[in-house]
């Protein structure tokens, strides 16, 4: 069957011609270049390109189930596209992200198989490591979080993956932080006034409880709010999301078991 490759290319990097050349044949290229950073359900390779002089990310999302390729194909945009222009949206905002470099598309008979981000290769840290050891974190860093967080609810930023792999980190000095969102397909932006509740259902999916009842209680103080109430809010926000997420993950496991009979 034939298949057919969508390349949209940031401004910025349509003169580098080896860049563009490697996009184009991304379909073979991927696995037999570059440097493996990240393999779970999604890849994420690095790839050198001389002529830029650094390093290329490039994530590949895993193949859709059968249903999902039809909607990705005819009714969603890929998640691809999404993390490029929200990551361009985010940029705009003079929120931190590695600048979107290009999306890639392959599709097969008619329906996506493989999508591809790619973006500049940061130097900054994983969160997450720091959330795994599930002790609170440097009073600095929980501020300097919080003030982070409440910058991106205060203009309009939901990252509905917001958790420690999707943030990354540099520290300036012993008490200056500055941090990144990665990972940016599931994401609303808005003009509305976003409510403290919808606010810590944002930020509860930090696995750690004890650090994101320290994160809380910070992004409590820095608004003046009531901090013990901020946190029995939250407590309540957060143990609903997991208990809602537990059951759709049941659902979908089942779902992916009868597509695997098919």
């Excluded at 909607?71 to 590695?98: C, H, M, Q, W």
């Excluded at 696995?207 to 946190?231: H, R, T």
Aim: hydrophobic residues 40%; proline residues 2%.
């Amino acid at each position: 069957m034939s298949k057919a490759m969508k390349v949209v290319i940031n401004d910025e990097y349509k003169n580098c011609k080896e860049l563009v050349v490697f996009l184009e044949s991304l379909d073979t290229r991927y696995r037999q270049k570059g440097r493996t950073l990240h393999l779970d359900r999604n890849a994420v390779r690095s790839f050198a390109i001389t002529e830029l002089g650094r390093d290329v990310v490039i994530k590949r999302y895993k193949k859709p189930l059968s249903v999902q390729r039809v909607v990705y194909s005819f009714f969603r945009k890929s998640k691809a596209e999404r993390a490029y222009y929200n990551g361009l949206k985010l940029l705009e905002l003079g929120i931190d992200t590695p600048t979107p470099i290009a999306y890639v598309e392959q599709k097969k008979a008619g329906l996506m198989e493989y999508c591809y981000f790619a973006c500049e290769k940061t130097s900054y840290k994983s969160l997450e490591p720091l959330i795994l050891l599930d002790r609170p974190l440097d009073d600095h860093l929980a501020m300097s979080l919080a003030r982070f967080l409440i910058d991106l609810h205060t203009k309009g930023v939901l990252h509905n993956d917001l958790n420690g792999g999707n943030i990354l980190y540099y520290q300036d000095g012993d008490t200056n932080y500055h941090f990144s969102l990665i990972d940016n397909n599931r994401m609303e932006f808005t003009d509305k006034d976003i409510s403290f509740r919808d606010r810590m259902e944002n930020i509860c999916k930090f696995s750690s409880k004890a650090i994101f009842v320290q994160i809380v209680g910070c992004y409590a103080e820095i608004l003046g709010m009531d901090i013990q109430m901020a946190i029995e809010e939250a407590l309540d926000v957060r143990e609903k999301f997991f208990e809602a997420r537990a059951k759709r993950r049941e659902f979908w496991a089942k779902f992916k078991k009868n597509e695997e009979k098919k």
